[in-house]
C-alpha cells in the first residue's frame, strides 16, 4: 500500500498543505523546525490516530486554531482506495470518516494504512522502563491482528475496575470486598492470560527476526534474543492474583499481571540497556522495528509504508549505509536537515520550509 495524497489542514506548523506521493523513497528535506517530522506525524496518524512522538491531540493543533483536519487517500495492493479523515479538536470528541462512513471505534481503522516509523526515540524501547517495551510489543502484536486491540483495551478496563475496587478497600479485606475481588480477579485472569499467551506468540516469531536484522545493520553475526517469562505465567495468573491479595490491597493496586511484564532484550546473553554501548542499543531498536515490518510484510502480503525519521544522523555512516541497502520495496519516506547518504537514492526530493511543500523535484540532488 501507499499513500497518494495527504491533506493538512491547522496541523502542528501547517496551515494547509497538499502533497501529493507515489511508491519508492522520497526525502523529505529542510533545515530544522521547519515541519519535516510534522508532515510524516500527520502519515502516521492517520494509521492508528495516535501520535508516534507521544503527544496529546491539544498539541496537534496550530496554535490559534480550534482543531485540525487530515485526509488521506491510500492506494491498496489490489487497487482499491480508501480514504481516511479525521479532525482533531481542542474540547470534545475527535471525529473521524473511513470512506466518508463515520468511525466509531478506533480499531474500526487500524489495518486500513499500516505504517512503520522509525526515529531517535526508538533507544527507549532498549533502554527505559518495561511500559515502552511492553507498548512496542502491543502495538506490533495490534498491527499483526487488529482485533487483539479489543483484547487490550478489555485487559485495561478490567484492571482499573480492579485498582479501584483495591483502593476503596483502604487496606482492608472486608468479606465484600473479597467477594468482588473474586469476580474481577476471574476476569483479569481470563484476559490477562490471553494478552500473555499472544505477547509470547508474537515475541517467539519477532526474536529469530531481530537476530537477522541486527546482522544485517551491524554487518556480522551477533548473539540477539528476546524473552518474556513473567513468573505469572508459569504458576497462572488465578494463583498469583490470589497469592498477591494481601499485597495488593495493602498497596491499593495490582501487583501482578501483564501490566507489569517486561521483556528482556540481550546480546550476547547480556541484557542490553545495561551492557550494551549506545550504538548496540541503537542498532537493536532499529532492528526490532525493522523486524515488526518484515513480520507486517508478510502477513498482509505487502509492505507498510516506512518512515524514517532523522534517523540517519543518529547512525555512524557504516551502519547509515546497511540500513539503506536493505529497505524493503514499497514506499518510503526519508526526512533529513543534513546531507541524504549516496547510497540513499530518492526517487523524489520533496522540501519543507514554515510548514509548506516550497519544492517537489523527481530528480535526486542532495540536501542542504
Known amino acids: 500500500m501507499i499513500i497518494q495524497h495527504l491533506e493538512l489542514i491547522d496541523f502542528r506548523n501547517y496551515t494547509s498543505s497538499t502533497i501529493r506521493l507515489t511508491s519508492g523513497v522520497t526525502a523529505v528535506v529542510g533545515n530544522n523546525g521547519q515541519g519535516k517530522t510534522n508532515l510524516v506525524e500527520a502519515m502516521a496518524y492517520l494509521a492508528t490516530l495516535k501520535s508516534f512522538r507521544g503527544v496529546a491531540a491539544d498539541a496537534l493543533i496550530r496554535t490559534g486554531s480550534h482543531s485540525a483536519v487530515l485526509r488521506a487517500t491510500v492506494l491498496h495492493t489490489d487497487g482499491r482506495e480508501s480514504l481516511i479523515e ?9 471525529r473521524s470518516l473511513l470512506n466518508k462512513q463515520k468511525l466509531t471505534r478506533t480499531r474500526d481503522l487500524l489495518g486500513v494504512l499500516r505504517v512503520t516509523v522509525f526515529s531517535p526515540e526508538d533507544l527507549e524501547i532498549v533502554k527505559d522502563a518495561p511500559s515502552v517495551r511492553r507498548e512496542f510489543i502491543d502495538g506490533a502484536m495490534v498491527s499483526l491482528t487488529p482485533k487483539l486491540d479489543a483484547l487490550c483495551t478489555e485487559t485495561e ?15 482492608r479485606l472486608t468479606t465484600d470486598i473479597s467477594t468482588t475481588l473474586d469476580v474481577w480477579d476471574t476476569k483479569l485472569a481470563d484476559v490477562g492470560t490471553q494478552l500473555g499467551d499472544e505477547r509470547a506468540r508474537v515475541i517467539a516469531s519477532m526474536s529469530p527476526r531481530v537476530a537477522r536484522a541486527y546482522e544485517d545493520l551491524a554487518e556480522r553475526a551477533t548473539p540477539i534474543e528476546l524473552r518474556y517469562d513473567p513468573d505469572w505465567r508459569r504458576i497462572g495468573l488465578a494463583n498469583e492474583l490470589m497469592r498477591c491479595r494481601l499485597d495488593d490491597i495493602r498497596r491499593g493496586s495490582s501487583t501482578v499481571g501483564p501490566h507489569r511484564d517486561d521483556i528482556d532484550l540481550l546480546i550476547n546473553g547480556l541484557p542490553a540497556r545495561t551492557h550494551a554501548s549506545q550504538g548496540e542499543q541503537r542498532t537493536l531498536a532499529l532492528a526490532m522495528r525493522l523486524a515488526v515490518h518484515r513480520m507486517l510484510t508478510d502477513e498482509h502480503g505487502s509492505p507498510p509504508v516506512l518512515i524514517l525519521d532523522d534517523v540517519l544522523s543518529e547512525l555512524d555512516p557504516h551502519r547509515a549505509a546497511a540500513l539503506l541497502r536493505h529497505f524493503p ?7 533529513t536537515a543534513g546531507y541524504l547518504p549516496d547510497t540513499a537514492h530518492p526517487d523524489r526530493i520533496v522540501r519543507i520550509a514554515n510548514g509548506a511543500v516550497v519544492a517537489d523535484s ?3 540532488t542532495n540536501a542542504e
Open 86 to 94: 479525521t479532525e482533531i479538536v481542542r474540547e470534545g470528541r475527535n
Open 157 to 171: 478496563k478490567v484492571l482499573r475496575q480492579r485498582n479501584a475496587l483495591l483502593k476503596q478497600a483502604g487496606g
Open 329 to 335: 520495496d514499497g514506499q518510503v519516506l526519508i526526512t
Open 362 to 364: 523527481a530528480e535526486p
